[in-house]
Every structure is written in C-alpha cells, then in structure tokens.
C-alpha cells in the first residue's frame, strides 16, 4: 500500500481536497443548504478512491485536513473527518462490488463506532456528567409509559400490557439504563441506518452520472420494479419537459437492465472504474 505517488496521483488528490475546502467554506458561511454541501464531501472522496485507490485517497483527506484547518480552524476537522472517512468507506466498498445490505449495516456500524467515541471525547472534554447524555432517554422513557398505558386501556389490552408486556419491558430498559454504554451506540446505529442509506444513495446516483459503472443502487427486486415502471417515467416526460434527472434515471434503469440480462456487468476490478 505504502509507494511513491505518481504527479498525476499528487495532482488529482490535491484538486480534489480544494473541492472538499470548497464546499467545507460554503457549508460553514452560507445560511442556506449547509446539510447539502457537506452531503458533497462523501462523493468527492468516494471519486477519489474509485480513480486512483485507497491510498490516495487517504493521501488527500489528510491534505484537506491540513487546508480546511489553516483556513478555517481545526475545530471542523472532526466532523470532516466523519464525512472524509465515510467517502473513503463508500468508494472503496463500491470499488470491491460489495452487496448494498452488508455495505449499508457495516456502514452504520463504523459510523456508530466513531461518532460515539466523538460523542464521548466530547463530553469528556467539556466535563459533562454522564446524566446529561442518559437524561433524555429518561424522559423519553418517562413519557411513553402514560402514553402505551392509555392506548393499550382503549384498545381493551390493559391486562395483558401489565401482566406481560410491562415486566418485559421494564426488564429491558433496566438493563440498557444499567449498561448505558450499549444504549447510547444502539441509539447512534439505528439513527445511522437510514441516513448511510441516503448518503449511499445519492453517491451512488452522483458516481454513475459521472460515468464510473458501479454497483446500481437499488438492484435486484426493487430494481425491476423501477424497470417494470419505466413507462411511468415516460408517460412523465411525455406529458412536460423531463428534467436532466428524470432523463438520466430512464437511461440508467435502461441499460443496468440490459447489462444484467446479457451478463455484461463488469465483474473485474480494471473494468469500468474510470469516467
């Protein structure tokens, strides 16, 4: 893993790390559409890898660690880093042809892990007590219980919400207020679950606009349902103008269709990475 970068490598990893200063600038001082560009971070980094590799790819997120702190300040790094890594993680999965299901759990999983040991050093720093991380699942929990009570006496399942429902409950919540750790990454994995998916989503639209023939996202079933429906898009565009994204997600559903049917998807690592 460790050579000698190419000019062409040093000099792809360098433009691509002023894009990510680039939108790192405009998430931080435009009021409006911050989320947006941030979002662009993970496709920037993504592109990077599925061009050049891994290596150079870590290659520039560390220069863009080193442009966005001179510039402005190392305090964004941390969350840059976030989005630098997942990029990384999203274009090296798509690169290797990883399935979208253990692509998106082990994304939610790394994600977890290191936002919570952000979390974490966060409050070590600011000496926070440990109840202010746990108190508003404590609330949360405190204002279900009247809530499932009332609905379960309307729907005439009192007893059996008091009797078996509640002892089970409460023996679970026991244990994840005890074991506190747990519940707060648990907490972190399910919110990640489906924001990697719409991340993943929009990066894997964005990379193949661009040309680079990764694994489509939605494939398989769900996949053929969109093809099934293609009519649909075209009855849309019939009826008004079509819209560069409308256009290009016809295209796409056509050929990934074609290409799966005829089995000529390209399977090697050398086929199909570049625009």
């Known amino acids: 893993m460790f050579r000698r970068l190419s000019a062409i490598e040093i ?31 993970f496709v920037i980094f993504a ?28 305090t964004h790094i941390p969350i840059m880093s976030l989005q630098a890594m997942g990029g990384l993680f999203l274009g090296y999965t798509m690169r290797l042809r990883l399935h979208h299901i253990p692509l998106i759990l082990l994304g939610a999983t790394c994600g977890a892990l290191a936002l919570f040991v952000l979390v974490m050093i966060s409050f070590l720093l600011a000496g926070l007590h440990v109840n ?3 108190q508003p699942f404590y609330d949360l929990y405190h204002t279900a219980l009247p809530i499932i009570g009332k609905t379960a006496a309307r729907l005439h399942f009192a007893m059996f919400w008091h009797n078996q429902l509640y002892p089970l409950v409460n023996t679970l919540v026991n244990f994840f207020f005890t074991y506190w750790l747990l519940l707060v990454y648990l907490s972190l994995w399910v919110v990640l679950v489906p924001v990697v998916t719409v991340i993943y989503l929009a990066t894997n639209i964005l990379v193949r606009m661009l040309g680079y023939q990764v694994r489509p996202f939605p494939d398989g079933l769900l996949n053929r349902v969109l093809q099934q429906n293609v ?6 565009s019939r009826s008004r103008e079509p819209g560069w994204l409308l256009r290009f997600l016809i295209t796409d559903l056509r050929r990934t269709s074609a290409l799966v049917k005829r ?9 199909g990475y570049k625009a």
């Open 132 to 134: 202010t991380i746990m």
């Open 231 to 236: 009519r649909t898009f075209l009855v849309m």
């Open 11 to 41: 000099a792809e990893g360098a433009l691509l790390a002023d894009l990510a200063l680039i939108f790192q600038l405009a998430a931080t001082y435009l009021p409006i559409g911050g989320g947006i560009f941030r979002g662009f971070t």
């Open 47 to 74: 592109i990077l890898v599925l061009r050049r590799g891994l290596y150079v790819g870590i290659m520039g997120m560390f220069i863009s660690f080193f442009l966005v702190s001179v510039t402005i300040g190392p």
């Open 263 to 271: 089995s000529l998807w390209p399977r090697s690592k050398k086929q």
